[in-house]
């Protein structure tokens, strides 16, 4: 109910959740990312989100809100079942939330990041179905599976990200979206075509690792590829090394 959630915020002194720390709140992080996101150019003209599940309940950005300025008031609360405990007045929810609700659902995440990152976009048309990169250290910082606890990709190893293409509307990526999750277990993020990143993880701040290395892994490819240098064949066998 929206009272109910209006009530959970305005009673809280400190403007966290009772109970809960403020590291791990998402009414503190969420505004704060998004700040930090923006300044990044990930999330300009309005466009991203994020979800955060805690204590039993998923916090999502807003539909149409300038990133930089968003407040924890601002933020719509679903419980598990994925209902509106609380719904800000005169905005309406993300697009975004049902593909949010997916990584939740499906892959147990504490947290899903969606970005519009110019690497993301344009590494995007220079693959078809996959983005592989080998051989590069920022692997490291990528989350293999759901396992817990999390196992971590070497560096050495393959990264393979599915692409899928774009629609006219955000919620028509939601069938897409989980067919990509569903045929690529080991995934924690997808690629949309034109578009931009999905990114989830257990919690915030594996999910915020993992988003810069991803964008790290696009930036340097596209680098690489600029210097005819192919991301997916190790150094070692690249004829252009
Ligand atoms: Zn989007």
Redesign the pocket.
Known sequence: MAANGVNNIATTTSGTNAGGSVENDPLVLIPELSRLFYKNGWVTGT???ISMRYQNQIYITPSSVQKERIKSTDLFIYNDNEEITYSPPLLKPSQ?SPLFFLSHRFRNAGCCI?T?SQNAVLITLKYDKEFIVIDQEMIKGIIKGYDQPPQYYKNFEKLVIPIIDNHPE?LDLKQPLYEAMEKYPETNAIL?RR??LFVWGPNWAKTKTMTECFDYLFEISLKMLALGIDPSIPVSNNSNK
């Open positions: 466009a991203g989100g975004c969606h519009h955000e949309v578009h931009g």
